[in-house]
């Protein structure tokens, strides 16, 4: 099959073990990112599957209809950059495996901890400031025995709580009410109430995943919550927040500070954005899964499923009346 794999910024994939299993197919890798249809449409004009990078490029029925010769579309994760209606409408199958179980992504729960610990010690301020000669800019926090607030009671949220007790901090819970009783039934700790659990943390870290039940779920009024000393964090969704509700609380200085890894629109390459360039923000470009190991791990999974497309035994499809 004539593949074609989007927006492989740093052209990681060729040199990763996980990139045989393409031998045998046409590859093309493209390494910028394009967003305008007819410029996407001509460059994939050819081609009979494309590979997604994660959510880096939206599948819209406009696009949809300048591939004639597109059969396959195959990623991982969720999928809300993808109008899948339209992928059936035009013939197109779409696989995409959603982990369940297994081993959680300890990339990105790593990068979470990187995060904590340099909002608390405020590493990017005291770097600066020694790199201009200045030696010391100011005073950070211990970790240990403050308090860490995981919102949403996942695999990675799991693992941040490892490190944490590691470090000496405590922790509490706010989830689904499914959430939280599994929470309590595994002998962790929950916050008394939403106000509570945003009002009581040292650090908050958010770990949802985003659709359509969890877009704006972190509210102004549960950010205006937390103290003024305390730090937000989020390497999951920026959708998850009301829009504009974070730069809002910056503002008003509830919370203190902030380490984000994802942001409204992406890749966010404007320095003046009011968010990016606020004093009180650490920011990542959504670095969260950018490790070798991450994307063998995941791109292995995203290649089965073009093999076993073309070997006529589709797996992970979404849309399966196409597969048919």
């Known amino acids: 099959m004539r593949v074609h794999i989007l927006d492989d910024w740093f052209d990681t994939l060729r040199g990763l073990p996980s990139f045989a299993k393409l031998d045998g197919h046409e590859v093309t890798v493209w390494t910028d990112h394009v967003e305008d249809v007819d410029r996407l449409a001509k460059r994939l004009a050819e081609a009979e599957a494309l ?9 819209t029925r406009a696009l949809l209809e ?32 959603i982990p369940s179980g297994g081993a959680p992504n300890h990339a990105a ?27 010391q800019s100011g005073v950070g926090k211990t970790l240990k025995g403050r308090l860490l607030g995981l919102y949403g009671y996942g695999r990675i949220a799991r693992l941040v709580a490892g490190y944490a007790r590691a470090f000496g901090m405590e922790v509490t819970w706010w989830a689904s009410e499914d959430g939280r009783a599994r929470a309590q039934a595994e002998g962790e700790v929950t916050a008394q109430s939403r106000q509570a659990f945003f009002a ?16 704006g779920r972190i509210t102004a009024q549960d950010l205006a919550a937390m103290q003024p000393g305390a730090l937000f964090v989020n390497t999951s969704r920026a959708g998850l927040i009301a829009p504009g509700a974070l730069l809002q609380a910056l503002n008003a200085g509830r919370p203190g500070k902030a380490a984000i890894d994802v942001f409204d629109t992406e890749p966010l390459i404007d320095p003046t954005d009011p968010l990016l360039s606020h004093p009180n923000l650490i920011a990542t470009p959504h670095i969260g899964f950018v490790t070798e190991d991450e994307f063998d791990l995941q791109f292995a999974d995203i290649y089965d499923q073009v093999n076993a497309f073309a070997l006529g035994a589709p797996i992970h499809v979404v849309n399966p009346e196409v597969a048919d």
């Open 200 to 215: 009581e943390s040292d650090v908050v870290s958010l770990h949802l995943r985003l659709k359509p039940a969890t877009r």
């Open 109 to 135: 729960a790593e990068l979470t901890w990187a995060l904590i610990l340099a909002g608390m010690r405020d590493l990017p301020g005291q770097m600066a400031s020694v790199k201009a000669g200045r030696w």
């Open 66 to 97: 300048r591939l004639p010769n597109l059969r396959l579309i195959s990623q991982r994760g969720v999928y809300p950059h993808v109008d899948v209606t339209a992928c059936t409408d035009h013939g197109v199958a779409f696989c995409s495996k």
């Open 51 to 59: 590979v997604l990078f994660r959510e880096r490029t939206q599948v």
